[in-house]
T-cell receptor
Framework: GIQVEQSPPDLILQEGANSTLRCNFS?????LQWFHQNPWGQLINLFY???GTKQNGRLSATTVATERYSLLYISSSQTTDSGVYFC????????????FGSGTKLNVKP | KAGVTQTPRYLIKTRGQQVTLSCSPI?????VSWYQQTPGQGLQFLFE???????NKGNFPGRFSGRQFSNSRSEMNVSTLELGDSALYLC??????????????FGSGTRLTVV
């Protein structure tokens, strides 16, 4: 199946700092989503972004499908941004099945 | 709209028993998927249902099964539980298999512990 690699695996930031999380994938995708997993385990949908750029408040994401990567930007980070961020992709050859990266664990310190 | 509802939230079972988990999707969503999350293997796809039909299946043994009802609610069952089945089980729903402007929405999960 498709390989999904996220970097960095761990990130420690001071509150107010900016960060960029990366997701590389090894094949063409039909769907790409970024999720934030809260301390209770729920995956919160941040962006549905198979291509292009989207922004939502302090968060934005860019997917360059032709080069097989996506970036998640977090600006002016807050302690509530802490948690694990996952990238998940769905390929054109295997609908309705997400392949997840291993996640980036973010710790924002006050 | 109410979100994706999974019950129960926590469950403790004994090795060899069986367990049934439930997932109620967002109203109007007909696609329901199940995922297993463990520290060692990460998030892995179990299966996906649409209009009561299983459309895709992951690489799990036959002890893992699921079904979907006419109201789109879904259940998954694990028989003959093993210690390695301890995990967070997540359910996701989508309007039409995910390729919409909104993608998939996940529930809060059921944390299963097998002792």
């Amino acid at each position: 199946g498709i390989q999904v690699e996220q970097s960095p695996p761990d990130l420690i930031l001071q509150e107010g700092a900016n960060s960029t999380l990366r997701c590389n994938f090894s094949d063409s995708v039909n769907n790409l989503q970024w999720f934030h997993q809260n301390p209770w385990g729920q995956l919160i949908n941040l962006f549905y972004i198979p291509s292009g750029t989207k922004q939502n408040g302090r968060l934005s994401a860019t997917t360059v499908a032709t080069e097989r990567y996506s970036l998640l930007y977090i600006s002016s980070s807050q302690t509530t941004d802490s948690g694990v961020y996952f990238c998940a992709v769905e390929t054109k050859y295997n609908f309705n099945k997400f392949y997840f990266g291993s996640g980036t664990k973010l710790n924002v310190k006050p | 709209k109410a979100g994706v509802t999974q019950t129960p939230r926590y469950l403790i079972k004994t090795r060899g028993q069986q367990v049934t988990l439930s997932c109620s999707p967002i109203s109007g969503h007909r696609s329901v998927s199940w995922y297993q999350q463990t520290p060692g293997q990460g998030l892995q796809f179990l299966f996906e249902y649409f209009s009561e039909t299983q459309r895709n299946k992951g690489n799990f043994p036959g002890r893992f099964s699921g079904r979907q009802f006419s109201n789109s609610r879904s259940e998954m069952n694990v028989s003959t539980l093993e210690l390695g089945d301890s995990a967070l089980y997540l359910c996701a729903s989508a309007e039409e298999g995910g390729w919409t402007n909104y993608g998939y929405t996940f529930g809060s999960g059921t944390r299963l512990t097998v002792v």
